[in-house]
């Protein structure tokens, strides 16, 4: 895990939010600090490789320079590259770099929660598995999301208002694609960024 930002200490309880961050949104910056009504730290992270599908559009390093314009000034947030994509590999660089007493949470909005909890891991490292390195920490977002019984006391649930589930990066990408006003939906400082970047790609045509 290589950080980008680092905070200062080491959190008792740390929240992990990893995604693609094409571009950050308002709607990542209000998670996570939702998040941190329960957690000490987030640790935002971006996968140097995603396990089911490649990068397209920003690249890496645009990605990592917008996520360090949306982050500064918050002295509980940090930032990392991470080498695997998967939540328990990124989890477990998460202990390496942290320590084994840092209590992780994986936070993520509900859908995001629903994908998690049923998605097919083919007996590798199965949900119930990887919520014994982890919790997970579910933002309301788009509704309320209620934990199968089986997992329900490693899932903790945090409100989020309801504009958090109208945001998201895909919407951000369809709004410039169609020329609409998309800027509401950034943090002010990923703005010329993302200006920027859209000429770069304009250039490149």
């Not at 940090?78 to 998460?94: C, M, P």
């Not at 951000?172 to 998309?182: D, F, L, M, N, S």
Request: hydrophobic fraction near 45%; proline fraction near 7%.
């Amino acid at each position: 895990m290589e950080f980008q930002i680092r905070a200062r200490g080491t959190p008792a309880r740390l929240a992990i939010l990893p995604g693609a961050f094409n571009p950050p949104t308002r709607a990542h910056l209000a998670i996570a600090e939702l998040a941190l009504s329960v957690v000490d730290e987030v640790l935002f992270v971006l996968p140097r490789v995603f396990p089911h599908k490649e990068y397209q559009g920003a690249p890496l390093d645009a990605r990592l320079e917008m996520l360090r314009a949306a982050l500064a000034g918050n002295t509980r947030f940090s930032l990392a590259v991470s080498e695997q994509g998967l939540f328990i590999d990124i989890a477990r660089e998460a202990h390496q770099a942290y320590g084994a007493a840092s209590e992780l949470f994986l936070v993520c909005g509900r859908d995001a929660a629903e994908r998690i909890v049923n998605w097919d891991y083919g007996g590798r490292d199965g949900i119930q598995k990887q919520l014994e390195v982890f919790k997970l920490l579910v933002a309301s977002r788009g509704g309320h999301y209620e934990a199968p019984l089986h997992i329900r006391e490693r899932v903790r649930s945090i409100a989020a208002p309801p504009e958090v589930g109208e945001i998201s990066s895909t919407e951000v990408r369809r709004r410039i694609k169609a020329g609409e006003p998309w800027e509401d939906l950034v943090p002010g400082p990923v703005v010329p960024l993302v200006r920027e970047m859209m000429g770069r790609q304009n250039r490149n045509l």
